[in-house]
């Protein structure tokens, strides 16, 4: 070592001489340069003995080979480290007895040179102890396996029963709500065995959502009150139920808890309640319907039955001449044309509404100009509407072109249309207006009728809704409500203005789809 002198031994002093434990100081090829007394007396080597040899001298032979490789792997890289924790590290006395072994490395530098420290620690004592506690534990281990094995040839009978309960388990817990039997099928749906799970927490297995809830009410039946309480988690449902066990002196130890996932049931009472809510709206609707239509296909039907055998007695010549006749046969064939133009009405409302519920019908969207659309259908209206109205219409867009369900919005527009005819006087005007702005049709109908009651404005999109003003006028009360659904179906927009005597005016706003 090129450091000697006062130097050296001062380290010596102070750091050898006071060591507990064995320390060796080998420089970068591993060769000893300095030891310890403890040192010695751990390995039985005499300090002129180990000084110059290498560090390797101090390993097994099949050992040394590798600690070559750690040692060149340190020098490229030198920190403080401990080798040993959780290793199985061995050294070897000049007796030839290996003894386990525990070893922290330091490196320092003197004289431009750079020098290991090595602290081995004898831990012989320790793996005594250890032994002693793993032979314990498998002592212990060995009476929990006897204790289980003797537990299970009791309970053989019964996991036989409990293993087959359906879509649940059967499970019995200790105070401490630790597993001392379960069996069931729904262990098996998750891939758990029972032999797994007894000896561990049932809270365990119970998410920390729920957790407190199970234990609180299962800590209870320890005080004998038993327990019935269903647990919703994460779209599933369990029953849950709970009785204490007495054991032969009469005290609570354990408790069963019966188990089982009620989501199949859960899911078909939902499923029936859900249907049985359709069932009496379908049958609410078929009623008001029947009701409805008896009542408004009697009007129509008595002017047709009426208007029929008048015009049959104007057409006998002996008693009208031609003139005559046909100014008072032109009359009830208005008269006919309006009845069947109501009764028409009303089943395409009630066809309509039937279509909707079954989900048949999905927009299909074409290419058409939107204006020509507007002039025919007006023009298709006109000879429906009161005497004297008349309908105005202006598009007020260089954009004609549009690409949307044609049939769904020539229905929207009859049908908006319509009402503005039926609800307003004759001789009145209907403005009908078109727009594309910012890639969305607008459409407004504004007429001069008798408008919609404030407080009843917010109901008139209601399925058989007829406001307070209209009794005496014939109508379904299903217009609107087919209105607002083919809107919806189109990712429209529908809305109005109203007010009561002044008239109505109405604003669609769809989307036009490229």
Do not use: W
């Amino acid at each position: 070592m090129k450091n000697s002198g006062k130097e050296l031994d001062q380290v010596y002093k102070l750091l050898f001489e006071s060591a507990g434990e064995a320390l060796f100081v080998v420089n970068t090829k591993g060769i000893i340069q300095l030891m310890n007394v403890r040192a010695c007396e751990m390995f039985g080597y005499e300090e002129s003995e180990l000084v110059g040899q290498p560090l390797e001298i101090l390993l097994p032979e099949s050992d040394r080979k590798a600690h070559v490789k750690h040692r060149k792997d340190y020098n490229e890289a030198p920190r403080r480290r401990s080798m040993g924790m959780g290793m199985d590290l061995r050294g070897i006395r000049k007796d030839g007895k290996q003894l386990p072994i525990e070893v922290s490395l330091n490196y320092f530098e003197s004289g431009g040179e750079m020098f290991i420290m090595s602290l081995v620690t004898d831990i012989s004592e320790r793996r005594k102890v250890e032994e002693s506690v793993r032979k314990l534990n498998e002592e212990l281990e060995n009476k929990v396996n006897s204790r289980t094995k003797e537990l299970k040839e009791s309970q053989q009978l019964y996991q036989v029963i409990a293993r087959n309960f359906p879509a649940g388990t059967i499970n019995v817990f200790d105070r401490k709500l630790n597993y001392v039997f379960v069996e069931g099928m729904e262990l098996f749906k998750y891939g758990v065995t029972s032999e797994k799970l007894v000896g561990t927490s049932y809270l365990d297995r119970v998410s920390e959502e729920i957790r407190e809830e199970i234990k609180t009410k299962l800590l209870e039946v320890f005080a004998g009150k038993n327990a019935t309480f269903e647990i919703q988690f994460k779209g599933r449902f369990y029953s849950m139920n709970a009785v204490a066990l007495n054991n032969s002196e009469g005290k609570i130890e354990q408790i069963l808890l019966v188990e089982q996932n009620i989501t199949a049931q859960k899911t078909a009472e939902e499923d029936v309640k859900t249907a049985l809510i359709k069932e009496q709206e379908l049958n609410q609707l078929k009623s008001r319907f029947v009701s409805m239509a008896s009542h408004e296909f009697r009007t129509p039907l008595s002017t047709i039955l009426s208007s029929t055998a008048l015009i049959e007695a104007y057409l006998e010549p002996e008693k009208f001449n031609f003139e005559t006749i046909k100014n008072k046969t032109d009359k009830h064939l208005k008269r006919i044309k309006s009845s069947v133009g109501n009764l028409t009405n009303i089943l395409n409302d009630f066809l309509s509404l039937d279509k909707l519920e079954l989900g048949k019908i999905q927009p299909q969207s074409i290419e058409f100009n939107i204006k020509q659309f507007l002039i025919e259908l007006t023009e298709e209206i006109q000879t429906t509407l009161k005497s004297g109205q008349k309908i105005n219409y202006s598009h007020t867009s260089e954009v004609v072109d549009v690409f949307l369900d044609g049939q769904m919005l020539r229905n929207i527009v009859i049908n908006l249309l319509s009402n503005a005819s039926k609800y307003s006087p004759e001789e009145s005007t209907i403005k009908l207006t078109s727009n594309i702005e910012r890639n969305n049709l607008i459409i407004m109908i504004t007429d001069q009728g008798i408008g919609i009651p404030e407080v009843e404005q917010e109901k008139i999109f209601e399925r058989f809704f007829r406001a307070k003003n209209v009794t005496n006028i014939q109508g379904t009360g299903l217009g609107l409500n087919i209105v607002k659904r083919y809107v919806d179906l189109m990712k429209g927009e529908i809305s109005f203005s109203s007010k009561e005597g002044e008239g109505t005016t109405f604003k669609l706003i769809i989307k036009i789809k490229k």
